[in-house]
Every structure is written in C-alpha cells, then in structure tokens.
C-alpha cells in the first residue's frame, strides 16, 4: 500500500540510463519494493515528483506508456540543482518518485480517431506516453501522425524510437529542425514546427490534435491547426506550471480556478481559453 | 452538539490553566514581548497578556509549523532509509486566548489540507489542539471580520468561546465535544450560565463590504490597472502570508548533514517573485500587481467558488505588518 503520508515518496532503483541529447537523459525506473510495483497504476498524462533525498524533488511527467508494465520512465534535462542531482545518479542507484498525479488524456473516448501528435523539444516526453499508449493499441485508432521538431539534430530526443516510428507503416512521422540546426546528413524537415505543420496539412476531419512544446512553439500552432479546421475541443495540450506537492495544497501551479496538478496538466484548448492567462 | 452555556469566574479561569499545564498540555497564549503580542508556548497564567486585539503572529503555527519534517532519511551508498515523521507523537495543545477570527480560520486552512489529499501530519496535529478563544471587547480600524461573515463574538471553529463580561467573570459558550470534554473534566470551574448577555461586551467592527458582492465582482476583474496601482509599494517581503491564519502556500526543501537529513514543509508566499518561476525562465506572475492580484482572487473569488469557504477571515493581521503600509481592505473596497 502507498504510505499514507502523502509526501513520502516510493523508492525506485534506476534500471537503465539512456543518453537523449546533451544534457537529457531518460531513465527506467523500478519500485524497490515489489508490492508496490504491483499496486502501481497510471494513465497517459500523468506526471510525478522525482528526488533525490538530500537535494529535493522535481516534476517531470511519466513518459512511459501505461500499457508497458514494471517500471515508469521519466525523461529530463539537466537544468537546476535537483536535475544535475538526478543526472549524475547511476544505474542501479535508488531515487525517490511520487505520484501518479493529475488528469489524463482521454485517449478512451478517442477511438475510432486520427491522431496528430504536435511536439517541440524536450516536450516530447509528456507526449511519447500517449504515442506509445496508441502504438500499442492501434487497432483502436485510425491514421498517426507525428509531428516533431528541435533546434538542432543532437536536441531530438528518443533517436532509436525515433527512427523506429519513421520505419512503421502505420505511423506517419515528419522530424524538424530550425534552420541552422541541420547536419550534412539529416534527412528531416528544415523549418519551425507551425510551418511544418501547415505544409503538411493534415485533415482535421475526425482527428485529435495533442501538442507539447515551448509557449512560443504552442502560440504560433494553434493559429495553424484553427486554419487546418480544428475544433478548439479536439485540440490537447499540457500546462507545465511550476510544482512543489503535486496534490494540490503548496499553491505555485493555480490558475484561476484551477489547479495544474488536480485539473490538469492536460486541458483542452476550450479549457485553457476559460482560464486566466497566467500559465 | 448544541452549545452549552455556563459562567467561569475570573480565579476559576486561572485555576482551568494551571489543570492543564498540570496534565502536561502545551499552551500557547497571548504573550506581551516588547511592543507586540504573539502566540507564544506559555506554562504561567500571569505570562499572559489580555491586552491585545489580535497577536501579531496568527496561531496556525500549531497546526501548520513553519517548517514541518515530513520525513527523515539515513543514506548510505548500499541503502536509503526513510522514517515517516506523521508516525512521530505530536503534542497536546491549547490554543489560549485565540480570537474569533483566529479560530474561524481554521476552518479554510483544514480544508486546504484535506481537499482532494489528506495531510496526515496537519490532520495530527489538528486532532490534538483544544481551541480556547475569547471574544473581543476591542477592534481597531484594522479589523474587517464582519465584513467575511463573521463577527467579534462568532463561535466558528472554537472548542469554547468565553466573553468577559461586566462582573469581570467570563460566560463560557461549549461548543464541541472537545469543549464539553474540558468542562466535564473541570465540572466544579464551571458555574450557572450568566444573566448577563453576550452581545453588549463585544466590540462593534463596521461593516466594510459584503463579501458576495465582492466575490461576484471580482468574476470580471482579471485585467484591472488595481492590482498594480495597488500593489505598487509593495516590497514582495512575503509578511503578509507569513502572519495570514488562512494562507498555507509550502515548499517543499531538503536539509542534509552527511548521510543523513530531512525533507521539510515550508512557509512560501505568492508574493515572493520566484514562487511560479520555472527553471525556464517564465513566470507566470512575472509583476507584482500580478503577485497580488492573485493573492485578492484566490481568497475572495478562488478559494469561497472552490470549497465555499472564505480564503480570509478579516483579522486585518497583513495590513499591520506591513513594511508598505499595503491594506487589503483599501484594495477591496476600491473594486
């Protein structure tokens, strides 16, 4: 059972550690105690607390799909004092993670869809879980489309899966970097994600669009995916607000009315235009 | 339960606290330092003052410490242990000579901390205080609390409420199981309930606003030149939430000392400019009228449209400390 003091986290020893991009690493994460491994459940969206005790806590989403049992994956960049923390941990070292916490993606009401992913940078992590949680049940879901980019080839994360996605015949994968950020070799688009996005032009007709990236990314696609045709409630995104609990109660993530951590991070782009910009 | 009255003479009320410092009870009462009162943990009756209006500090330090351990940990390279500081025994507490708005605020700030997730530690904490308030005989032009629907006499969140009457003697109003526990185990302290009534011993606070008209208002008041014309003096210093009975924003820090240490529940405030900033770079409420703002919408419009509850209680506590000379009652009734 998960300890009813809210703010003591489950003790996780790191599987494997994998190299993304300078500065990104991805670990597999594995509950030290196996009845709490077996208790453990998630959906797609979620997002948890990772610590290393001693230095504190930081938030990042699980970006391991739900239907992969076991272990969670986080994915981060090495930015402030807990993250370089995290980053020179080693496998087989034991970190802290609570959670789950938050809403999720409503990928049950979305079958029978398309799927549009819409990624920038180190916001494709949020977004894998949902990628895999639909490769994984794709019978449930018409054409996917993904769409990613970064400012440079070394900053696309998840190469390997990358390059997986690229070879299915079921999934349809465009990759971008900004002008200058391409190498000799690099066979991607050259361009910002929008602009990618409007040349590829994919039908809105019964599709659901899920975009991640920096606020300025977000701003210039929505406009683009209004052009496309798409319904203000057929559009998800996730808000990234500054988290100390996770539950609720420390303040930092409330806008307006709601809360990130309990209402979101997931919100409809209905949702985000009843709040406040403040996010 | 319905309240039960009686009448507590002046020598009884003494003798009521010498019981319960006797039965090891920790009390924290209303003690004079230099030109302030503050709750402060008392073990003598004549330590405490009477005269004050409100103490400096609010009380919901007993149950919200300042830093609060929420775990502790021993770190070896082979192992980390964690030992769960809500197994830790916390202390029976008297909150002694509360106000009605101190003890009304304890109603928003147990709600915060059981909403959507029980925080087992404050809920420890809250089940071991006994709340012993006193009404008020005096205001001061800080004082707004019937203005959020409570008053100088209001028994909201009290175990007992005594009111000092004419005679000097007090009327006790047993409000709680808590409270009835406390006369039963002092049954020879407690008298016939008085002739006397209530209403003529307490202060007269004006009528600043209605809330719900405030609440309503503030709907449509997001983007509003107030909050920086307001807010414009404003040193971000934080004294305002740290006072507050009713704000509970944390952080969450880590202390270590070698191989061993603690994770700790801290006092924060909206007001404090790197309170939402991300590591980014971005802040949500990059100015300090946003900073504000926030502060009037989450308890005027936020916190009563959430949980109904008022996310303040009146006790005008922010406007005394601060270093600005910033008052939320100008900034409501200018809206």
Redesign the interface.
Known sequence: MS???????Y?MRIEKIILEAPGVKTFRLKFENEQEADEFNFKAGQFGEY?I?????STFCIASSPTRKGYIECTFRQ??RV?NALASAEEGD?IGFRGPYGNTFPIDEWKGKNLLFIAGGIALPPMRCVIWNALDLRENFKDITIIYGARTVADLVYKHELEEWGNRPDVKLITTVDPGGETPDWKGEVGFVPSVLEKAAPSAENTIAIVCG??IMIKFTFPVLEKLGFTDENIYTTL???M??G??????C????KYVC?DGPVFTNVQLKEL?A?? | MQTENYTIRKASLEKLFNNLVEKGKTVYAPKAKGKVVLFENVERFDEITEDYIVTTNSAKSVVFPRVEE??S?K?TKE??E?S???ANSFPDVVLWGSRPCDAAAFIPLTN??N???????YNKRFEKILILTFSCSKCDEYCFCTSVNSGTGNTAGSDILFTKLSTGDFLAEVITEKGKLLVEENSSLFEAKPAESKEQNLANVKTYFNHEEVQSKLQNL?ENPVWDEKSRACLGCGSCAFVCPVC???????E?HGGN?S?L?CW?S?GFSL??????G?N??ETQG?RWR?RIL?KF??MP??SKVAGCVGCGRCSRACPADINILDTVTSL
């Not at chain 1, 409330?254 to 009315?257: K, L, P, R, S």
């Not at chain 2, 909403?115 to 530690?121: A, G, N, S, V």
């Open positions: 300890n009813p003091n809210i703010y003591i986290p003790l610590s005790v001693g230095v504190g806590e930015t402030g993250t034991v920096p606020p990234e607000n500054r100390k609990c539950f609720g109660k420390c303040g930092r409330n806008v307006g009315e309990l406040p403040e996010y | 929420v775990f940990y770190k192992k980390t964690i769960d500081a809500s915060t901390f909403r959507d997730y029980t925080d087992i530690i997001f509970s924003c944390f952080d969450i820090q880590d270590s240490g994770r529940r924060d909206c309170f939402t900033l991300h590591t980014s971005h949500p409420r946003a926030q989450h419009l936020y449209d959430q």
